[in-house]
């Protein structure tokens, strides 16, 4: 359609001098001299979080967004510095509660680097099904934000009835619902009864059976199939060049999985797929999430099936029981010093790749400096570049399908 | 590799998923999953590990300070009582982490189940260790505890019972520690080992003017470690305590 | 690294394990007022003004000697002194009979660094980095400075940290080595100290008191020294003189004369006669130029510009030096030893003890 | 001298009189009705309340009746829809009754909350607006005849409903500009293009039933309906149902008011009771178009008559009918997310007409085979 301008010289009201807006001046009256609306979305989000997005719409169409993160920012790098490595394990599974078992990994894989311990069998699989299990209660999350975004109540309740499932495993496993801090350096804290990971895999069936019913009324439900598809495109290369990551990389048609790439923990004993997507849209990105689940159900029940038994705690660590951290922790971790250096791990959390940089100064027992790069923050470029052209109508459906979640970006 | 690539649905198949969802809508209509309990009246089985408020066993404490060190959040204090140091837990502060739990040596602190309490301001929520012994003050309308077991399906099994939220939580399994003097030459006879001991176990007297004896009662000895934290010279040293009998033992027979 | 440094908490298991009730016996010192051992301390050393701030006082167990850019003090000690006299004990200077003279050495040599840029050849720095990469020390303590030549005291690990300018080089003002030391010997397994002659004395007094002390001091490397100044106290009469320490990247004492040198290559020299007012009181005892009790004592005196002269007193800095040789790390020249002995007994002689 | 009391007297009992003609027949109440009949002044009072006009207005399928379908509509909404979502939905107030009385509770919540006035709002019209949106609502109602009760007889009483309740759509356009809020003015627009979408097929559709029937007269329709009309024109009846759904903004076609995308648009500004009120708004159209629908596709007030109610039961009948309708209805914000609003444009402009003029056409088809 043709455009028609009327070329009026159109001066800005003065009551914009006084506003007080977060971005440049000249951003809003550029904005109104071409006719067009600035829409501040945000901070105070009813999805996750919050964030602010300031869009700019001609007609319905975005023209240009800026994000305004960081109103959750905590500063978690610097709380880490005056702490020692032990205690900062409750703190650095913050950043998203529901994806503890990652986070935890994470960081205690930057200690054992350092360290050089090698961890039991027997942690690796335990360690292994807890990253599982936060993974498919975080997609579920996800999932569940997604549908509210999309005004699918149902779409909203299922998954967080089903996540509920999860919640009871990793509460039998860890003893708390979530932010377990139940991976320590060395192994895991407390060895799991054969009893609950029989629970597990009973339950990676009760999951199944639930999740049909969720595709049946969300996933393949027309209108988020219409909402969804074809909307918010990221092609291959954009997503390489913005750095993307995660199952939103892979939903682009690139093969990267730091589980494939380089297997850590239990990664390369068990028999999984990864999945990777073609369309970059919306609904790829979603789907490649939900196929995830079931590769990660799968994993599951392998896990359960073939956990060696033994010990959980290494032989590096002073303990006095190698199947119970209890009674030895302070003597074990109390004050840990890690060597002279600088460790780092990468890690698939259940958004992307996870970095946790630790520096040491070799003497003392809180680290020098930790730098945790997290996935949200990675693609939030991604995030903002495959708004640009969609309707404001789109911007939930596509804030959802890119699962950002302001606490994990912000840190 | 699973790959995924998804068509847009032609007109009959979008008219079947139609279908599709509203069926499944009435199916959940009529026979419904509900997974809901009915909390104040029903209450979720919870495993025995289970990480809830803190309780303390006065008797047990060693005041070994190792909880207060620990923990991440800051939020145990230590309160004097007849001359022993014991925790308090400020639960404005406490993330119910339960590193503190995993320090104890003695169980002394013990985890239970109880996770639901209203504080009536937040000075209350700090508590000195005599109010971290027991249940506290509470008000149970729960008649019914629900566990959830997975058949297929998810199953709610109910059963008329109330469910104790104290938990009994055994000895860790560790070696008994009692503290020696390894270096007896580096002391500089400050004496802040024996102003530290909680259990008066280490005594000090004057043999004369210039000649002070210190003396370790391995008996009192519970191992807490203090005096050899405190100790500015490395002096003394924790010691097996079988070892350290075993030892004597052989000293007499030779 | 080894994995097993990095728990302190491993519990060593003595071979003999002690006795079922174990009693150890401790001499303590005699006072000479009837007071608290601090009490003693204030009245023979810090009163009589022959303190020397070296700092191995801050032994006290509770922490309450000060030991700051001012004369060494115990706020409230009548409280809170817990009469312990270890500070009476570690005092080089409460029995004091002056040290002087060159001392025994093994060898008496000059050098020069390749790799570092010190005072004059960065001989300390060397020696140091020598005993860290031959793995004698794990730690070595250095005095750095700020932009106001104020010195603090860091843990040097590394050799590559020694590039660090504001490191090496000397700096005429009282640092805290012997706090430090105390502070982090429990969680270093060998260390290594640089010290004026006084903090050498108090070291080994330290070392025969405390055992400890000995086995984990490896390596002491004396300075040669004339005085040393309070910071505040230098820095107001250089300010008093129009020399702004700030703008200074070099201190130095050569030939009788306090020089400063700006970054922009600006010269100011001042006698140190002239200086006499604010030597510390502890100083003008002292006798001891060329750190009589180090392993090895270093100095520009008596070598040509650019070279170090160092007296090699004991076996351990035999070794360094000899591993320095070998790896081309240092140039070696030749030694005027008379011109130190001058020092030395020119020393003595400004410095009478007993005063007066 | 005139005789005022006489002439005032004669001014009442000839209103009475009037009143008393066409009064509602209610024969359980009849006892009750003659003895407050004997007392004055309160015999005008009940006269009045029984008056068929009053009566419709004020009770079935007035006001009342509204209030009981926000009430209870708005409670079993919950409940159905928390059943589906695997919950329980509603329960704590009044548990016994499984929390039937939780939107009283809500409105009285509502009542006792501040109303915000925002500094840029039109006051006048922010305020006023909410309130007078009750007259496209009550005004259709008069023309809807509940059996015998009726308040005007009209062979176009269908369409003039149809029409008055379409003017509800231009208080939220004027809710819309009166709030003075960007997410408001987006509303507003997006309101304004779905009102066009919906609102055609919607008129197409009861046309096309007006046409089968060959009058807009309630009462010709529903005699004429010897199989309900939902038989006879399943088509019409589809495309009704989703322009009712559409029409009333509720899932998956509420995009004006989208509350994850523009906060509620045009009540964003609201609150207190107020925002009670035009929450209500989607509701008592939906109310409204129920009857219409239950009128036309499901014979309107037939059924077995209740004989103690009398002519009550044409009107509970009707209200039933309504009812159950709402209540499915009101099941298919469990099944769907919302569509976007080109989305439903095109839906509205393409599928949706289309299905109307076919039901149109077969409409013609009967009446041309009938005769």
């Excluded at chain 1, 934000?145 to 999860?166: K, S």
């Excluded at chain 1, 190698?322 to 250096?341: H, N």
């Excluded at chain 3, 994995?3 to 908490?9: F, G, I, P």
Aim: include cysteine; glycine fraction near 8%; aromatic fraction near 10%.
């Amino acid at each position: 359609m043709e455009e028609i301008s009327i070329e009026v010289p159109v001066e800005p009201p003065k009551e914009y001098e006084w506003y007080f807006i977060p971005v440049p001046k000249k951003f809003v009256e550029e904005a109104y001299r071409k006719d067009e609306f600035v829409v501040f979305v945000g901070p105070q989000h009813p999805g996750s979080g919050h964030m602010r997005i300031i869009l700019r719409l001609k007609g319905d169409f975005i023209t240009d967004v800026i994000p305004d993160p960081g109103y959750v920012h905590r500063s978690m790098e610097k709380l880490a510095e005056y702490k020692t490595y032990i205690q900062n394990i409750p703190l650095v599974e913050r950043p998203s509660i529901m994806d503890f078992g990652n986070y935890n990994l994470g960081y205690v894989r930057a200690i054992e680097e350092a360290l050089e311990i090698e961890v039991p069998e027997r942690a690796k699989y335990i360690r292994t099904i807890l990253a599982e299990l936060s993974r498919i209660g975080t997609h579920l999350y996800d999932a569940g934000i997604l549908a509210v975004f999309l005004g699918h109540t149902t779409g909203f309740m299922y998954p967080f009835a089903v996540r509920e499932f999860i919640v009871e495993m990793i509460t039998r496993i860890t003893g708390t619902r979530i932010t377990g801090s139940f991976i320590v350096p060395g192994g895991v804290r407390r060895d799991v009864d054969n009893d609950t990971l029989q629970k597990i895999k009973r339950m990676t069936y009760a999951l199944e059976n639930r999740l049909k019913k969720f595709e049946k009324i969300f996933i393949t439900n027309p209108t988020t199939i219409a909402r969804l598809k074809d909307v918010g495109v990221l092609s291959k290369e954009e997503a390489i060049k913005l750095g993307v990551v995660g199952p939103f990389l892979r939903a682009c048609g690139v093969e990267y999985d730091v589980r494939k790439v380089e297997p850590y923990e239990a990664y390369d004993e068990i028999d999984w797929e990864m999945v990777v997507g073609e369309d970059g849209d919306g609904y790829t990105r979603f789907l490649v999430r939900v196929n995830e689940v079931s590769q990660s159900i799968n994993m599951l029940r392998q896990l359960v099936d073939n956990i060696p038994e033994g010990d959980v705690i290494s032989e590096d660590i002073v303990a006095f029981d190698r199947k119970d951290i209890r009674g030895s922790f302070f003597e074990a971790y109390g004050d840990l010093v890690l060597p002279k250096g600088e460790y780092t791990s990468i890690t698939e959390a259940s958004r992307g790749s996870l970095l946790f940089t630790i520096v040491s100064d070799g003497e003392s027992t809180t680290p020098y400096r930790l730098r945790i790069v997290t996935p949200s923050w990675l693609y939030l470029k991604g995030f903002m570049e495959s708004l640009k052209g969609e309707r404001l109508a789109d911007l939930q459906a596509i804030y959802g399908s890119w699962g950002y979640f302001p606490p994990e970006a912000d840190r | 590799m699973v790959r995924i690539k998804v068509e847009k649905p032609k007109v009959h198949k979008s008219v079947a998923l139609h279908i599709k969802a509203i069926t499944t809508a009435f199916k959940e209509a009529i026979s419904p999953g509900t997974i809901t309990i009915h909390y104040p009246r029903e209450r979720r089985k919870l495993p025995d590990n289970f990480r809830g408020l803190l309780q303390l066993d006065k008797e047990k404490c060693i005041n070994c300070f190792r909880c207060a060190h620990i923990c991440p959040a800051n939020a145990i204090q230590m309160y004097q009582r007849e001359n022993k140091y014991y925790p308090g837990i400020d639960y404005t502060k406490c993330i119910l982490c339960h590193f503190c739990v995993d320090s104890c040596p003695t169980a002394a602190l013990k985890p239970s189940k109880i996770h639901d309490v209203a504080f009536a301001s937040l000075s209350t929520m700090v508590l000195p260790p005599e109010e971290l012994a027991g249940e506290p003050e509470m008000w149970r309308e729960d008649t019914v505890t629900v566990e959830y077991d997975f058949d297929g399906d998810l199953k709610m099994i109910k059963r008329k019972e109330v469910e104790n939220l104290i938990v009994e939580v055994e000895k860790p399994k560790r070696p008994e520690f009692v503290a020696g003097a390894a270096f007896p030459e580096n002391c500089i006879a400050c004496r802040i080992c024996v102003n530290s001991c909680p259990q008066n176990a280490i005594t000090f007297k004057l043999q004369d003017l210039q000649t002070m004896v210190l003396e370790i009662d391995f008996e009192k000895c519970t191992g807490c470690m203090v005096c050899i934290r405190n100790c500015p010279t490395q002096t003394l040293l924790p010691f097996r305590r079988e070892e350290v009998l075993k030892g004597g033992e052989s000293d007499e027979q030779g | 690294m080894n994995k097993v440094d990095v728990k302190l908490w491993k519990i060593p298991i003595p071979e003999k394990p002690p006795e079922c009730r174990f009693d150890w016996t401790k001499e303590r010192p005699e006072r000479v007022e009837r007071c608290k051992y601090f009490g003693n301390l204030k009245a023979v050393v810090i009163d009589k003004g022959i303190c020397s701030h070296c700092g191995t006082c801050y032994i006290c167990p509770v922490r309450g000697i000060v030991v700051e850019d001012k004369p060494i003090d115990f706020p409230n000690w009548r409280k809170d002194c817990i009469d312990c006299g270890a500070c009476i004990r570690v005092c080089p200077r409460y029995d004091y009979t002056p040290l002087n003279g060159l001392g025994e050495y093994i060898e008496a040599v000059a050098g020069k660094s390749k790799r570092f840029k010190g005072q004059d050849g960065a001989m300390v720095s060397e020696f140091m980095a020598g005993a860290l990469e031959m793995g004698i020390i794990d730690v070595a303590l250095f005095v750095a400075r700020d932009e106001e030549f104020k010195p603090y005291v860091v843990h040097i690990t590394d050799p590559d940290q020694l590039k660090d300018e504001r490191i090496t080089g000397t700096k005429y003002s009282f640092a805290s080595v012997m706090p430090e030391l105390h502070d982090s010997i429990k969680h270093v397994r060998a260390v290594g100290i640089i010290g004026t002659p006084c903090m050498i004395s108090g070291l080994r007094k330290l070392q025969k008191v405390v055992p400890l002390y000995k086995q984990k001091v490896k390596l002491a490397i004396g300075l040669f020294c004339t005085e040393n100044f309070y910071h505040w106290q230098l820095k107001e009469f250089l300010e008093g003189r129009g020399i702004d320490l700030r703008k200074a990247v070099k201190t130095d004492i050569k030939k009788g004369n306090f020089i400063v040198t700006y970054d922009t290559g600006e010269e100011f020299s001042i006698p140190v006669k002239e200086m006499e007012e604010i030597v510390p009181d502890g100083c003008k005892v002292c006798q001891d130029f060329s750190a009589v009790e180090a392993d090895a004592s270093v100095g520009s005196v008596g070598s040509k510009k650019g070279f170090s002269s160092v007296l090699i007193r004991s076996e351990t800095a035999k070794e360094i030096f000899e591993y320095l040789k070998e790896k081309d790390y240092i140039e070696v020249g030749e030694v005027k030893i008379d011109v130190i002995k001058r020092l030395c007994d020119y020393k003595v002689k400004i410095h009478p003890y007993p005063k007066g | 001298m005139v005789d005022v009391s006489g002439i005032v007297s004669g001014i009442v009992e000839k209103i009475f009189a009037a009143l008393t003609a066409n009064m509602v027949n209610i024969p359980i109440l009849e006892p009750l009705i003659n003895k407050l009949l004997q007392i004055p002044l309160v015999n005008l009072v009940v006269a009045f309340i029984l008056w068929k006009p009053a009566f419709v207005i004020l009770f079935v399928p007035g006001l009342l009746a509204v209030t009981v379908v926000l009430l209870i509509m708005i409670w079993w909404e919950r409940k159905l829809t928390a059943r589906i979502q695997w919950r329980v939905g509603p329960k704590e107030v009044s548990r016994r009754t499984g929390g039937i009385i939780q939107t009283l509770a809500d409105g009285m919540r509502y009542m006792f909350q501040e109303v915000i006035i925002h500094r840029d709002a039109h006051k006048l019209y922010f305020l006023q607006l909410p309130i007078l949106s009750f007259i496209p609502v009550l005004l259709p109602i008069l023309l809807i005849p509940a059996g015998t009760i009726y308040a005007i007889r009209s062979p176009y009483a269908i369409q003039i409903a149809v029409a008055l309740t379409a003017l509800l759509p231009i208080f939220i356009l004027g809710i819309g500009w009166s709030a003075n809020n960007r997410f408001a003015f987006i509303g507003t627009v997006r309101e304004a293009f779905l009102y066009v979408a919906y609102e055609i097929p919607l008129m197409i559709a009861v046309l096309s039933m007006v046409l089968l029937y060959k009058s807009g007269d309630p009462f010709v329709i529903v005699e004429k309906q010897w199989i309900p009309g939902i038989f006879m024109n399943p088509i019409a009846f589809i495309a009704f149902l989703i322009g009712m759904v559409m029409a009333a903004g509720r899932l998956p076609f509420d995009i004006s008011e989208a509350d994850q995308e523009i906060a509620f648009g045009p009540f964003v500004e609201y609150s207190g009771i107020i925002f009670g009120l035009v929450m209500g708004i989607a509701y008592e159209k939906l109310y409204l178009l129920s009857l219409i629908a239950a009128i036309l596709f499901f014979g309107g007030w037939s059924g077995p008559e209740i004989a103690f109610l009398g002519e009550l039961s044409y009107a509970i009948w009707l209200f039933l009918k309504a009812f159950v309708l709402m209540g499915f209805i009101v099941m298919v914000r469990a099944i769907y997310g919302r569509y976007r609003l080109d989305q439903a444009l095109k839906f509205g402009w393409s599928s949706l007409l289309t299905f109307s003029l076919i039901g149109f056409f077969i409409s013609a088809g009967w009446v041309i085979w009938l005769g």
